[in-house]
C-alpha cells in the first residue's frame, strides 16, 4: 500500500541525449521535413485551414421553359407540358401523355388481362382489394362482344395504359432558364448566376456549353441529358430525372470575379434505369369538366416526363485569426511526432539500442539525496546540464560521451 503512494508521488523529467548517428540524424529530418511540408503544403495551402468556412449557402432558384412542340396534332406549349407551373427548382417537362378521355362515375370492367374472366367466381377472388382503376364489384361483365373482364366502380372507361405512343421529340431543343441567386450567411455575401460580365444581348441568343459558354444560364435539354450521359430518345420514352447541380465553391480572400458557378449534369434515379419493376418516371393527373345537367367528368392524363431538380451546393472561405492559430500549433506540435517514431528505431531497431535504452531511462531514487541535504535542488540541476552525446562510428557502434 505504502509502496504504491510512493511509486505515485514521483517525477519523470526530460533528459535529453543527443544522438550523434547519420541514420538516426537523416530519419529524424527527413520525417520533420515530411511533417512540416505535408502541413504547409496540404493543410494551409491546399485545405485553406487559415479559413473559416461556411458552408450554410442560402440559394433561390427560378426557371423557365421555352419551346414549343407537336403532339396528338395539337402545338404544346409551355403551360401544356412543364408542371408544376410556379417555375421552382423541381419542375417536369412531359414528354409523353396516354389520355383517356370523359370519364364518368359509374361501373365498368377493367382494362388489364389479369382481370380476364367467364364467371363471377373468377372475381371474387378481387373484392375487398384495390384494383388497378377502381373498387372490383366481385361482377364479371363484358368488355367487348368476345372478352368479358372483371367488374369495377370508378372513373369509367377505366384507362387502357398499354398503347404505345412515341414521345415529343421536339423537347431536346427546348431550353431551361435558370436563374439563382445565392448568399453565405457567415460573410454575407450574395452573388447570382448572372455574372457582371453578362450582358443582355449575350443572354438572348447563349446556351450553355462545358467549353465555351460556361457561364451562360440558358441549357437546352439534349445538351443537358446528353452531359448527364443519358440517351435521349430513351429518357424521353420512359421518364427519368436529371439532376442539374450549381456549385459554388468561393475563396473571399480572392477577388469576387473568382467566384463564379460551376455546373454538373447527372441522372439523379439511376436506380431505376437498372430495375426493370418500375423503369422511368411518370405520373397522372386529371382536368375536370361538367356537363350541362351538373354531372362531373374529367379527362386522365398519365403522363411520361422528365422531371429536372436543380440542386445548388456550395461553401465558402475567409481568413481568420482563429483557425490559422490552432493550425499553426497543431503543426508546432506534430514536429514532434518525428521524434517518437525516431525513439522507436533508436531503441529497437539500431545497433547500440542496449546503450541507448540504459542512458534514456535513467532512475534516480531521492534516498541519497536526503543525506545531501541541498541534494535534491543540485540534482535537477545536473540533470538538465547532463547531456549525453551518443556518437556511432560508420560500423554502427555507438560511443557513448558523458558531460556534467
Ligand atoms: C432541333 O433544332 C435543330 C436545329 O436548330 C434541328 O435541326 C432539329 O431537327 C431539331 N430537333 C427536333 C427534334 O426538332
Redesign the pocket.
Same mark, same amino acid.
Given at each position: 500500500m505504502w509502496s504504491c503512494i510512493t511509486d505515485f508521488f514521483t517525477y519523470e523529467t526530460t533528459k535529453s541525449v543527443v544522438v550523434k548517428s547519420w541514420t538516426i540524424g537523416i530519419i529524424n529530418r527527413v520525417v520533420q521535413l515530411l511533417i512540416i511540408t505535408y502541413f504547409v503544403g496540404w493543410v494551409f495551402l491546399y485545405e485553406k485551414a487559415y479559413q473559416i468556412r461556411d458552408t450554410a449557402i442560402e440559394s433561390s432558384v427560378m426557371t423557365k421553359v421555352k419551346g414549343f412542340g407537336v403532339y396528338n396534332n395539337r402545338v404544346m406549349d409551355v403551360a401544356d407540358y412543364v408542371t408544376p407551373t410556379q417555375g421552382a427548382s423541381v419542375f417536369c417537362i412531359i414528354t409523353k401523355m396516354i389520355t383517356t378521355e370523359n370519364q364518368f362515375q359509374g361501373y365498368c370492367p377493367e382494362s388489364e388481362t389479369k382481370y380476364n374472366c367467364t364467371h363471377d367466381s373468377d372475381c371474387t377472388k378481387f373484392l375487398n382489394k384495390p384494383g388497378s382503376n377502381g373498387i372490383p364489384t366481385g361482377r364479371c361483365v363484358h368488355f367487348n362482344s368476345s372478352l368479358m373482364m372483371c367488374e369495377i366502380q370508378g372513373w369509367c372507361p377505366a384507362e387502357i395504359d398499354t398503347i404505345t405512343t412515341s414521345p415529343m421529340? &421536339?423537347v &431536346?431543343?427546348f431550353t431551361i432558364f435558370i436563374k439563382n441567386s445565392i448568399r453565405f450567411p457567415t460573410f454575407n455575401y450574395t452573388k447570382g448566376n448572372f455574372l457582371p460580365t453578362i450582358t443582355d444581348s449575350y443572354i438572348k441568343k447563349c446556351n450553355f456549353d462545358l467549353v465555351n459558354n460556361t457561364y451562360c444560364p440558358i441549357f437546352r435539354v439534349g445538351d443537358v441529358v446528353r452531359y448527364a450521359q443519358q440517351n435521349f430518345n430513351i429518357l424521353a420514352n420512359k421518364g427519368g430525372v436529371i439532376g442539374i447541380k450549381i456549385g459554388w465553391i468561393c475563396d473571399l480572400d480572392k477577388s469576387d470575379d473568382e467566384c463564379n458557378p460551376s455546373y454538373s449534369f447527372t441522372r439523379l434515379d439511376a436506380m431505376s434505369q437498372k430495375n426493370a419493376v418500375s423503369p422511368g418516371y411518370n405520373f397522372r393527373f386529371a382536368k375536370y369538366y361538367k356537363t350541362e345537367n351538373g354531372t362531373d367528368y374529367r379527362t386522365l392524363v398519365k403522363a411520361y416526363a422528365i422531371r429536372f431538380d436543380v440542386l445548388v451546393n456550395g461553401n465558402a472561405g475567409k481568413f481568420n485569426m482563429i483557425p490559422t492559430l490552432i493550425n499553426m500549433v497543431a503543426a508546432f506540435t506534430s514536429v514532434g511526432v518525428g521524434t517518437v517514431l525516431c525513439d522507436i528505431i533508436l531503441l529497437n531497431f539500431l545497433k547500440g539500442a542496449e546503450q541507448y535504452k540504459a542512458k534514456k531511462f535513467e532512475e534516480v531514487s531521492d534516498s541519497p539525496l536526503h543525506s545531501a541535504g541541498d541534494g535534491l535542488y543540485r540534482s535537477q540541476l545536473s540533470l538538465r546540464h547532463d547531456e549525453t552525446i551518443m556518437k556511432s562510428s560508420d560500423s554502427g557502434a555507438f560511443s557513448i560521451e558523458q558531460y556534467s
Amino acid at each position: 500500500m505504502w509502496s504504491c503512494i510512493t511509486d505515485f508521488f514521483t517525477y519523470e523529467t526530460t533528459k535529453s541525449v543527443v544522438v550523434k548517428s547519420w541514420t538516426i540524424g537523416i530519419i529524424n529530418r527527413v520525417v520533420q521535413l515530411l511533417i512540416i511540408t505535408y502541413f504547409v503544403g496540404w493543410v494551409f495551402l491546399y485545405e485553406k485551414a487559415y479559413q473559416i468556412r461556411d458552408t450554410a449557402i442560402e440559394s433561390s432558384v427560378m426557371t423557365k421553359v421555352k419551346g414549343f412542340g407537336v403532339y396528338n396534332n395539337r402545338v404544346m406549349d409551355v403551360a401544356d407540358y412543364v408542371t408544376p407551373t410556379q417555375g421552382a427548382s423541381v419542375f417536369c417537362i412531359i414528354t409523353k401523355m396516354i389520355t383517356t378521355e370523359n370519364q364518368f362515375q359509374g361501373y365498368c370492367p377493367e382494362s388489364e388481362t389479369k382481370y380476364n374472366c367467364t364467371h363471377d367466381s373468377d372475381c371474387t377472388k378481387f373484392l375487398n382489394k384495390p384494383g388497378s382503376n377502381g373498387i372490383p364489384t366481385g361482377r364479371c361483365v363484358h368488355f367487348n362482344s368476345s372478352l368479358m373482364m372483371c367488374e369495377i366502380q370508378g372513373w369509367c372507361p377505366a384507362e387502357i395504359d398499354t398503347i404505345t405512343t412515341s414521345p415529343m421529340m &421536339e423537347v &431536346e431543343n427546348f431550353t431551361i432558364f435558370i436563374k439563382n441567386s445565392i448568399r453565405f450567411p457567415t460573410f454575407n455575401y450574395t452573388k447570382g448566376n448572372f455574372l457582371p460580365t453578362i450582358t443582355d444581348s449575350y443572354i438572348k441568343k447563349c446556351n450553355f456549353d462545358l467549353v465555351n459558354n460556361t457561364y451562360c444560364p440558358i441549357f437546352r435539354v439534349g445538351d443537358v441529358v446528353r452531359y448527364a450521359q443519358q440517351n435521349f430518345n430513351i429518357l424521353a420514352n420512359k421518364g427519368g430525372v436529371i439532376g442539374i447541380k450549381i456549385g459554388w465553391i468561393c475563396d473571399l480572400d480572392k477577388s469576387d470575379d473568382e467566384c463564379n458557378p460551376s455546373y454538373s449534369f447527372t441522372r439523379l434515379d439511376a436506380m431505376s434505369q437498372k430495375n426493370a419493376v418500375s423503369p422511368g418516371y411518370n405520373f397522372r393527373f386529371a382536368k375536370y369538366y361538367k356537363t350541362e345537367n351538373g354531372t362531373d367528368y374529367r379527362t386522365l392524363v398519365k403522363a411520361y416526363a422528365i422531371r429536372f431538380d436543380v440542386l445548388v451546393n456550395g461553401n465558402a472561405g475567409k481568413f481568420n485569426m482563429i483557425p490559422t492559430l490552432i493550425n499553426m500549433v497543431a503543426a508546432f506540435t506534430s514536429v514532434g511526432v518525428g521524434t517518437v517514431l525516431c525513439d522507436i528505431i533508436l531503441l529497437n531497431f539500431l545497433k547500440g539500442a542496449e546503450q541507448y535504452k540504459a542512458k534514456k531511462f535513467e532512475e534516480v531514487s531521492d534516498s541519497p539525496l536526503h543525506s545531501a541535504g541541498d541534494g535534491l535542488y543540485r540534482s535537477q540541476l545536473s540533470l538538465r546540464h547532463d547531456e549525453t552525446i551518443m556518437k556511432s562510428s560508420d560500423s554502427g557502434a555507438f560511443s557513448i560521451e558523458q558531460y556534467s
